[in-house]
C-alpha cells in the first residue's frame, strides 16, 4: 500500500480498521514531500516537524480516546493566502515575506477544531493575481504530469501538491478560476463555493466581492468532506451566510438520471482546443447514458464577462492593496527622504510587475472621470450576467463547459502576453462574477498525456447538485485508476 496515493475517506477507512496510524500518515507524506520538493516546487513554507510532532500527539489522543473528530490527525496543505497564526502567510509576494499572521483565518480555526495538521504553505501568483503560479515572487511550481508545465493558478501550488501527492488534500481560493483552472491543469478536483458559504475571514482579499476559498482534492467524495469542514456562517464575514448545516457526503448518488444539464454553446466555440471539446462530449455522451437531459442553450452574456471580471476584480484590488504601504505592515524600502517616497519606494519594490499593473488598472477605472464608463458599465454587465444564468437555471439543474480552453502550458509561453493570460480564463470567470458554485473535474488526457478538466456550474447554495453530478461521471470514467501523473 502507498500511503500518499489514497484519498483522505480511503485513509480514513484505514485508519478505522488500524490497519495504518496517523504517525505513518504523516511520516509518509513527509517523504514524499522530501523527495519531490525539489522537482514539484510547490511549498512556500513547509512544517514538517512540527506536523510529525501533532501526528504523535494525537495519535496518543486518539487512542485513549480523548479525540474523536472523524478526519482528527489527517494532514492538509493550504495556500499562503489564508493567514495562520504564527506561520508565514506571504501570498507569494515580496511585500509579505516576512509576514507572520497574528491571527488564523476562520477556515483555519475551523480545521484546528477537527485536528487537521497543517503541513504548510502553498505557493501560488502572487496576492492571487494570475492563471499559471509564475507570477510568485519565490519560485515557479511545475506541473506533476509534465515539470515543463505550469500547474496552473493561482493555487498553483496547492493543485501541484495534490496531484503530486505531496498532502492528500489543500485549500485553495477562486476570484476567477484560481480553483478551479490548476485543478483541471493538474488533473484533481476543485471547487468554488457559493459566494458566502465559506467565510473569507482571514483570507488576504484580493477582490472581496468575488473570492471563495475552496477544497482541491484527489476525487469528489474528498471534496464534499472538505467542504463539510470549512462551511457554516462566521460573524467575522458580513457576506457569509446563515443556512443550515448539511453533511454534502449525502448528495453523492450516484444517479443523475432525469438531471437537467444545459451546454452553453458558447463554450464550445473558437478559441476552444480539439481535444478539450472532443473529451467534455464523450463526458456529455456518458451522462446521456446514464438518463442525463442533455440540451445546447446560449449563454450570450458570458464573452462579456471577462472584461467585467477584470474591470471590477482590479478595481477591488487596488483598494485592498491599499493597506500595504511600508508603514503598518509588510515590506518597507530601505531609504526615502520622506513619506511619499516611503510609500512610493515600498511598493515599487514590495510588489511585482502583475499586481502594479492591477492596481494601475483598479486605480483608473475608478478614476472620477472613468468611473462611469468603466466600473459603473462592468457593475451592469455583472446584473446581466447573475440574469442570465438566473434564466439557465430556470430550465437546468446544472450548466456544464470546458473548465479551461486548453491543458496546462508551457512554463515561460504567456509571461510576457498579459492579455493572452487573462483570456485563459475565459470558462471560469462568469461562475465568480455570478457568485455561483463551480466544480472541476478531469475528464481525460490529451494526446501529449496532459490532464482535461469539465466545470459543472450550479444554482446558489445547490452545491449538492454539481457534487453529485460531478462524483456520478467520476464513478464512470474512474480518471484516478486509468491515468496517473508522470511520477
Ligand atoms: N486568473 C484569474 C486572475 O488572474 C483568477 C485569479 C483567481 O481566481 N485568484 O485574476
Redesign the pocket.
Known amino acids: 500500500m502507498n500511503i500518499t496515493e489514497l484519498t483522505v475517506h480511503e485513509l480514513q477507512e484505514k485508519l478505522e480498521n488500524k490497519e495504518i496510524t496517523l504517525t505513518e500518515i504523516t511520516k509518509a507524506y513527509i517523504d514524499r514531500i522530501n523527495s519531490k520538493e525539489n522537482d514539484v516546487q510547490a511549498f512556500v513554507t513547509t512544517l514538517t516537524d512540527e506536523a510529525l510532532k501533532k501526528a504523535e500527539e494525537i495519535q496518543n489522543k486518539k487512542e485513549n480516546e480523548e479525540i474523536t473528530g472523524e478526519f482528527a490527525g489527517i494532514p492538509i496543505g493550504i495556500k499562503d493566502n489564508i493567514c495562520t497564526k504564527g506561520v508565514k502567510t506571504t501570498c507569494s509576494s515580496k511585500m509579505l515575506e516576512n509576514f507572520v499572521a497574528p491571527y488564523n483565518a476562520t477556515v483555519i480555526e475551523k480545521l484546528n477544531e477537527q485536528n487537521i495538521i497543517n503541513l504548510g504553505k502553498l505557493n501560488m ?1 502572487e496576492f ?4 499559471s503560479t509564475e507570477y510568485s515572487y519565490f519560485k515557479k511550481t511545475r506541473n506533476p504530469w509534465n515539470l515543463n508545465k505550469v500547474p496552473g ?3 498553483g501550488g496547492s493543485a501541484a501538491a495534490v496531484a503530486a501527492n505531496m498532502v492528500p488534500w489543500a485549500l485553495g ?7 478551479r ?1 490548476p485543478s483541471s491543469f493538474c488533473g484533481v478536483v476543485g471547487l468554488k463555493p457559493t459566494y458566502g458559504l465559506v467565510s473569507r475571514y482571514g483570507l488576504v482579499a ?1 477582490a472581496s466581492s ?2 471563495q476559498i475552496g477544497p482541491i482534492t484527489k476525487d469528489v467524495r474528498d471534496s464534499s468532506i472538505l467542504l463539510n469542514l470549512i462551511v457554516g456562517h462566521d460573524e467575522k464575514d458580513t457576506t457569509s451566510v446563515e443556512m443550515q448545516k448539511k453533511d454534502y457526503t449525502k448528495a453523492l448518488k450516484n444517479d443523475v438520471n432525469g438531471l437537467k444539464i444545459g451546454v452553453p454553446k458558447e463554450f464550445f466555440g473558437e478559441g476552444i482546443n480539439e481535444e478539450v471539446k472532443e473529451a467534455l462530449k464523450k463526458a456529455i455522451e456518458k451522462y446521456k447514458e446514464l438518463g442525463a437531459k442533455i440540451e445546447e442553450f446560449s449563454l450570450d452574456i458570458s464573452k462579456y464577462s471577462l472584461a467585467a ?2 474591470i471590477i ?1 482590479c478595481a477591488e484590488a487596488s483598494s485592498n492593496l491599499g493597506r500595504f504601504d511600508g508603514i503598518r505592515y509588510g515590506y518597507r524600502a530601505k531609504e526615502y527622504k520622506n513619506l511619499k517616497e516611503l510609500y512610493k519606494k515600498s511598493r515599487s519594490e514590495g510588489f511585482g510587475e502583475e499586481v502594479k499593473r492591477r492596481i494601475i488598472l483598479g486605480t483608473y477605472v475608478l478614476s472620477s472621470g472613468y468611473y462611469d464608463a468603466y466600473y459603473k458599465k462592468a457593475q451592469k454587465v455583472r446584473t446581466l450576467v447573475m440574469k442570465e444564468f438566473n434564466k439557465g437555471f430556470e430550465k437546468y439543474d446544472v450548466i456544464l463547459t470546458p473548465t479551461s480552453p486548453t491543458v496546462a502550458f508551457d512554463i515561460g509561453s504567456k509571461t510576457n502576453n498579459p492579455l493572452e ?2 483570456l ?2 475565459i470558462c ?2 462568469s461562475v ?1 462574477v455570478a457568485g455561483l458554485p463551480g466544480i472541476s473535474i478531469p475528464v481525460g488526457v490529451d494526446k501529449q498525456g496532459m490532464p482535461i478538466g469539465m466545470q459543472l456550474i450550479g444554482n446558489k447554495f445547490q452545491e449538492e447538485t454539481i457534487l453529485n453530478a460531478a462524483y456520478t461521471l467520476e464513478q464512470q470514467i474512474k480518471f484516478r485508476e486509468n491515468y496517473k501523473p508522470s511520477f
Open positions: 501568483d492571487a493575481m494570475g492563471g493558478g493561482s493555487s481560493s477562486d476570484t476567477g478560476g484560481s480553483i483552472q484580493f468575488l473570492d471580471y477584470y476584480a493570460m487573462y485563459a480564463d471560469t470567470v465568480n
